[in-house]
């Protein structure tokens, strides 16, 4: 009601009055954000939080980068159908690729010598191509188990250098967030916490405005995650010391035979394929520039050109050469 932006917008503005509230108020002084890579929040808090704003660290969503890397190369078929079938990125090698890198980030993240750490699962992203076409000559002898793994006589010849050359794009944009992934940092908690309230918040449409209706929808929430789809039922037998109603307990038990019913229906891999098509069609771009520059692959990100290991080797770099040039004969 109080919002005149973008709707994309909303959550960058919301976590910025946040960090100037919590110094303003409390003293606290954020200076890292787990978050995920398709948003401008970093951007937006180097803009307008002042003084430390600029030293606020990122550190990506290891599901969230995964997740888009898997959309990416979902899309990646979608362009181009000819890299659809056998020895090519089917279903099961994108799916093999997601989770051989989301292994590598938690592998990874379990080694205490950091800086060695990020330059193996950098190693481990850009190889992930050739780990899951079955060339196995440069895998990681950690992570790797293949019996060929070595054998420099087992390359695979027919698959596309095409298609190889097309990955190894998308894994570059990941191996740059190497230095960030590494901590293996995930908002699991908090999309956790927004799925249970969004379930019984209403959306946009129902009024959240009257004495207590969005708190009991909270706790109704929270109730329904710990005691399952019978939590009426349990709750009013706690507060109250008597039991249900008959009626009560026929309607709950029907609505847990239908959920569970309904489970095992979109269990099936046929009704998953079909959800997923589904949802790759119906899914809505906004048209407004505005829009996609706060969320979405084209937001803003304050992504660095070079890491800084390498911007001080170059530095000293051309340092020696001008002072090289420098020197009197």
Known sequence: MNWTGSSQAMEADIIVEGFLEAERKHGVRYMRLVADGDSSVEARIRQHVPVWGQRVEKIECANHACKCLRSHLE???????????????????RLRITSSIRCAIRRRAQEENRPLAIRKLKHDILNTVNHVFGIHENCSDDFCKE??????????????????QDISRLLVRLENKASSLIT??????????????????????YNRVNRGSWHARCYGGGLRKNFGPKWSPTV?????????????????NRRSKKLLLNRLYKSRPEYKAR?????????????????????????????PDVS??????????????????????
């Open 308 to 329: 800084s290991d390498t911007l001080q080797a170059d530095i000293q770099e051309y340092l020696g050469k001008q002072s090289m040039l420098m020197r009197p004969y």
């Open 275 to 303: 959800a997923y098509q589904r949802k790759i069609k119906s899914a809505a771009v906004s048209a407004k520039s505005k829009s996609t520059l706060e969320y979405g692959k084209d937001a803003l990100e304050c992504i």
């Open 236 to 252: 009013w037998e706690k507060v109250t010391g008597t039991k249900a109603g008959q009626w009560f307990d026929i309607h709950y």
């Open 147 to 164: 019996e060929s793994r070595g054998d420099s006589l087992n390359p695979v010849s027919h698959v596309d250098p095409v298609l190889r």
């Open 184 to 205: 293996c940092q995930t908002t699991n908690l908090a999309e956790n916490w927004m799925s249970i309230r969004a379930k019984f918040d209403g959306g946009k449409f």
């Open 75 to 93: 899309q990646l078929v979608m362009d181009k159908p000819s890299y659809k079938g056998k020895n090519k990125l089917t279903k099961a090698n």
